[in-house]
């Protein structure tokens, strides 16, 4: 899925902390929201995996995504 178009996350973009984490959620405030992965507009540096920006979600923006998830338990 690299470099399609970018995911939107539901976690607020920020500096993680430097203590190990598993799924470290960022801060609890703020107006931007992670955008992951990169997409076709971007350079080839953020078009990987590991790629992590801020964008505003007020706007619409035709190089993110999103991925509907269902838990089950």
């Given at each position: ?48 995996v ?16 999103f ?7």
């Amino acid at each position: 899925m690299s470099g399609n178009v970018g995911e939107l996350c539901q976690d607020r973009f920020g500096a993680y902390t430097s203590d190990a984490q598993t799924n470290p959620q960022g801060p609890v405030s703020g107006s931007y929201r992670i955008n992951r992965g990169g997409s076709g507009k971007s350079n080839a540096v953020y078009c990987s995996v590991a790629s992590r920006e801020g964008d505003y979600h007020g706007f619409i923006y035709n190089y993110l995504g999103f991925r509907l998830v269902l838990e089950f338990k």
